[in-house]
């Protein structure tokens, strides 16, 4: 199982927003609405932000929305904040019935 | 509140098996599967595996298939994964995390396995 699809590294100014893609196949991210997206802060564990596509977990701001259209899920972060620069990865269930991530992206608030 | 407790760091020589445990607490600890997935320094995360609590239906990534066991102990809420022959390149911080029928929603703090001669 290949992993999924992410760019290596986005930006963006306070207050901007930005979305994160995550591009899989028919057999994992566009054959399910299983799609999650977890932040993670250098040192710490990964915090689930998005799952089932679009869902976010209680306690997860707004500014977080996920969206999926056909092989490409995608994560949008608006109203930029400082505390939101961190890696990011989406996951998928696959049709093999195991899990598989995304490389990775780098957010980086200029 | 869900708490996924894991052993700390291990050193091990390329050939050997290292196993490290993750201690669940603050749910019913057979309701729920449980996730490895490792990180190795600079890369990105990698799925191991899932093992359910009635280890009938443990799955395991081609990549470790005959490499890795996952399994459970109901009497102490504690999870395993063993990883055998050992390699250079599987340095890495492992991580349990829960299962909540959609995927991943809790992590334990992960553990560093430094495979060195």
């Known amino acids: 199982q290949s992993a999924l699809t992410q760019p290596a590294s986005v930006s963006g100014s306070p207050g901007q927003s930005i979305t994160i893609s995550c591009t899989g196949t028919?057999?994992?991210?566009?054959?399910?609405?299983?799609v999650s997206w977890f932040q993670r802060h250098p040192g710490k564990a990964p915090k689930l932000m998005i799952y089932d596509v679009t869902n976010r977990p209680s306690g997860v701001s707004n500014r977080f929305s996920g969206s999926k259209s056909g092989n490409t899920a995608s994560l949008t972060i608006s109203g930029l904040q400082a505390e939101d620069e961190a890696d990011y990865y989406c996951?998928?269930?696959?049709?093999?019935?195991?899990?598989?991530f995304g490389g990775g992206t780098n957010l980086t608030v200029l | 509140q869900v708490l996924l407790v894991q052993s700390g760091t291990e050193v091990e020589k390329p050939g050997a098996s290292v196993k490290v445990s993750c201690k669940a607490s603050?749910?019913?600890?057979?309701?729920?599967?449980m996730h490895w997935v490792r990180q190795a320094p600079g890369q990105g995360l990698e799925w191991m595996g899932i093992?359910?609590?009635?280890?009938?239906?443990?799955r395991y990534a081609q990549k470790f298939q005959g490499r890795v066991t996952m399994t459970m102990d109901r009497s102490t809420n504690t999870v395993y994964m063993e990883l055998s022959s050992l390699r250079s390149d599987d340095t890495a911080v492992y991580y349990c995390?829960?299962?909540?029928?959609?995927?991943?929603?809790?992590w334990g703090q992960g553990s560093l396995v430094t495979v060195s001669p």
């Open positions: 603050g749910y019913t600890f057979t309701s729920y599967s």
């Open positions: 028919s057999s994992d991210v566009g054959g399910y609405n299983y």
């Open positions: 093992t359910k609590p009635n280890g009938a239906d443990t």
């Open positions: 996951s998928s269930y696959t049709t093999s019935r195991t899990w598989v």
């Open positions: 995390a829960r299962d909540n029928n959609y995927g991943i929603d809790y």
